[in-house]
Each structure stands twice: as structure tokens, then as C-alpha cells.
């Protein structure tokens, strides 16, 4: 099993910018392709941004493309999601998700078995 746990969530301003971190243990942690996923209040959970392994290859959801940034530190077992210009629609807790034997491009929950608690990002305008 893998434990993820988030952490950089806060209170921002449009315009400004946040950087989230998940740590990872419980097992190989370059093993699984990772991902950022949001949930807002009365919304479903949807697909922010993932990265491979090898972290070569990365995919963004189109409402975030440009403005965030997602990377891994394999050496750290720790991933990241670099979030500039934001919004008031950024607005959600933040998750973190790893998928087992799984090289990239998915954007489905289905896919990534492990989750940590989340983390509240609020933009204010």
C-alpha cells in the first residue's frame, strides 16, 4: 500500500501563486504514475494534472494548461503541482493520487488507487 499525504494548501489571491507537495511512502514510490486531481463543493472530483515515472511526460486538464506545473522528485518521493495566475474557480481540495504499472495519460480516478486526504486551496478575488 501506498500513503500519500499532501501539503501547501492555503488561502491565496487571484492572480497569485501556490506550490503543493505530496510525500509518498509504503512502496516504490518511481513505480507509479502520479497525479493531481480537485474537488470543489457539490462538484465531482476531476482531473487536474499527472506525470509519469520518469517524469518525461506530462498531461493537464485544458482549464489548467499553461498556468500549472506538475513534477517529481523521485529521489524524494515527493510530487509537486506549481500553481501560477490563479483563480477564483481554483477553488477545491487538492488530492494526490498514485497509479500502479501505469506509464501516463490517464485522467480517470479509476486508475489511481491511492489517495491522500487532500489539501483546501481558496482563491479570493
Known amino acids: 500500500q501506498v500513503q500519500l499525504v499532501e501539503s501547501g494548501g492555503g488561502l491565496v489571491q487571484a492572480g497569485g501563486s501556490l506550490k503543493l507537495s505530496c510525500a509518498a511512502s509504503g512502496r516504490t514510490f518511481s513505480s507509479y504514475a502520479m497525479a493531481w486531481f480537485r474537488q470543489a463543493p457539490g462538484k465531482e472530483r476531476e482531473f487536474v494534472a499527472g506525470?509519469?515515472?520518469?517524469?518525461?511526460?506530462?498531461w493537464y486538464a485544458d482549464s489548467v494548461k499553461g498556468r500549472f506545473t506538475i513534477s517529481r522528485d523521485n529521489a524524494k518521493n515527493t510530487v509537486y503541482l506549481q500553481m501560477n495566475s490563479l483563480k477564483p474557480e481554483d477553488t477545491a481540495v487538492y488530492y494526490c493520487a498514485a497509479a500502479p504499472r501505469v506509464s501516463g495519460g490517464s485522467r480517470s480516478t479509476k486508475t489511481y488507487v491511492y489517495w491522500g486526504q487532500g489539501t483546501q486551496v481558496t482563491v479570493s478575488s
Open positions: 506525470v509519469s515515472w520518469s517524469n518525461e511526460i506530462t
